[in-house]
């Protein structure tokens, strides 16, 4: 990140590390019980910024710390200020029409939701995290002054360290865009190939996006409270409330192993394995289905090659990976143009409106304008697959995964994956199937099937496998807003 003009002791620094390496993470949602009391205890605590530093400096721990819109109000933020931030934020998850987008129906909908429905919303989630011997003591130390007066018995998020891999027993959080920390991407262009490199402002708030545009966020009026303390903005009369910050999507997703792997046994035997890859879209350890390929995507770096360097391009008809599989509902790999020209005339015919339409061209908007950063953690011991074919002990503990992916745009980015590509039963020319993985199979306009899952066959007919249940439920999900340091100081203030 070196020659960047960002100011990394103002980013915190989930944005940059994710902190994978402290395997130890809890997430307390906590709600205002006394509005002094918590302003002081978050104008107090030892919130962690983005500065790298090497490995013999590395610290223990890390504490990340975001707000929800009742929480900003609550500890006395002006309404006028509020009102600048997006109109999905201000609304929340759980408001009626963002539950119907995303597949909040039913056994998902907010109602029975253990947190983050009406009623109970947070006000802010305190994210911890440390290396195991460390952890416990940092908890201790970072709660023991002023929490209890501040905050209402908080409901804890716990997590579980299980090697890198997700409850279904797949490897995880092996696609991630780079962040164009440099500001060296063009934008706007347009996108001939695929990148995985993305613009800052797609991820960080106060910079250029993939439109070349600055994200709405709220624009204070400089003054006596503001000067300072918050960045100026490019309009010197304004300071950016926004800027080095963030919006952060967090989800609490229970997933079904034992009905997962049951499944399979039952529609696939001894091929359950080759079942399952099919839906994920890669094997177990991580191997894509569609090829790798040998020309460098960019913003792939070497470490990541052998897993992520590959398009759906040398897959076409979906014999590979299905058009329905998860990591192509997730992450299309598809650009401006979805089917890549050939050769440079047939790139120009296409740049200028000519040529033929491609079957799926306008199915799929361009990937880079909707690419999430995760930063998600598993909960639930690990279960293999053949001990999750043998029924449910009394007590079998919940398995899933705290969901969090950051964002500059809720809408664009979050949102419009959710709904448009996961949920969506017309993604890429496909009827009566949803996410094979997420999907939440509940019937919608037009489209009474949503539980299908069709697997093209190289000179025969496809493969269609018919019933399958729900495996993830929704037990929780709120926005946040993840401050800058400086931003948090503000908000600490009152406002």
């Not at 509902?329 to 650009?335: D, E, G, S, V």
């Not at 094979?436 to 496998?465: H, I, W, Y």
């Not at 439920?473 to 926005?479: H, K, L, P």
Request: charged share 25%.
């Amino acid at each position: 990140m070196n020659g960047s003009n960002v100011d990394f002791e103002d980013v915190q620094g989930l944005v940059c590390f994710g902190y994978g390496r402290m395997t130890s993470a809890s997430y307390a949602l906590v709600r205002v019980k006394d509005r002094a009391a918590a302003r002081a205890w978050f104008g107090s605590i030892p919130v962690s910024n983005a500065v790298d530093k090497p490995r013999e400096e590395q610290p223990n721990t890390a504490l990340q710390v975001a707000f929800t819109a009742p929480g900003l109000r609550v500890l006395g933020v002006p309404e006028s200020v509020i009102e600048g931030f997006s109109h999905e934020f201000r609304a929340g998850m759980a408001q009626e029409s963002r539950s119907r987008q995303l597949g909040d129906v039913a056994a998902n909908a907010p109602e029975y939701w253990d947190w983050g429905g009406p009623g109970k919303e947070p006000h802010a989630v305190v994210m911890f995290f440390a290396n195991p011997d460390y952890f416990d003591g940092f908890v201790e130390k970072v709660t023991c002054n002023g929490w209890s007066e501040a905050f209402e018995e908080p409901h804890w998020l716990r997590t579980e360290d299980i090697a890198g891999f997700e409850p279904f027993g797949f490897r995880d959080g092996i696609s991630q865009p780079k962040i164009d920390w440099k500001q060296l991407r063009q934008t706007p262009c347009d996108q001939l190939d695929y990148t995985n490199m993305a613009a800052l402002g797609e991820f960080l708030l106060g910079y250029r996006n993939e439109y070349g545009k600055f994200t709405e966020r709220p624009l204070l009026t400089s003054d006596a409270t503001t000067a300072g303390l918050l960045p100026a903005n490019d309009l010197p009369e304004k300071k950016d409330l926004g800027r080095n910050g963030t919006y952060l999507v967090l989800r609490q997703l229970r997933q079904d192993v034992r009905a997962f792997w049951q499944f399979m046994d039952q529609h696939a035997g001894a091929s359950q394995a080759e079942l399952a890859a099919a839906m994920v879209g890669r094997t177990t350890d991580g191997s894509p289905l569609a090829p790798i390929q040998e020309e460098r995507i960019p913003g792939i770096g070497e470490k990541d090659a052998s897993q992520n360097q590959f398009t759906f391009d040398q897959d076409p008809a979906g014999i590979r990976c299905p058009f329905g599989a998860h990591i192509r509902r997730a992450n299309p790999r598809n650009t401006d143009f979805p089917e890549r020209p050939a050769n440079i005339v047939k790139k120009l015919i296409t740049m200028i409106g000519f040529g033929p339409n491609g079957f799926r061209d306008d199915l799929m908007s361009s990937v880079r304008f909707h690419r999430i950063l995760r930063r998600g953690r598993e909960y639930g011991p690990k279960l293999e697959p053949a001990a999750a074919l043998a029924p449910a002990p009394a007590n079998d503990p919940e398995r899933g995964l705290h969901f969090v992916s950051l964002n500059a745009n809720i809408s664009r980015q979050f949102e419009f994956l959710q709904n448009a590509w996961i949920a969506s039963t017309k993604f890429s020319g496909l009827t009566g199937e949803s996410d094979p993985l997420l999907g939440n199979r509940e019937p919608v306009p037009g489209c009474p099937v949503t539980s299908d899952f069709n697997m093209p066959q190289d000179g025969a007919l496809r493969r269609r496998v018919s019933g399958l249940p729900q495996f993830v439920t929704v037990r929780g999900g709120a926005y946040f807003f993840l401050p800058s340091l400086r931003a948090l100081r503000y908000i600490a203030g009152g406002g």
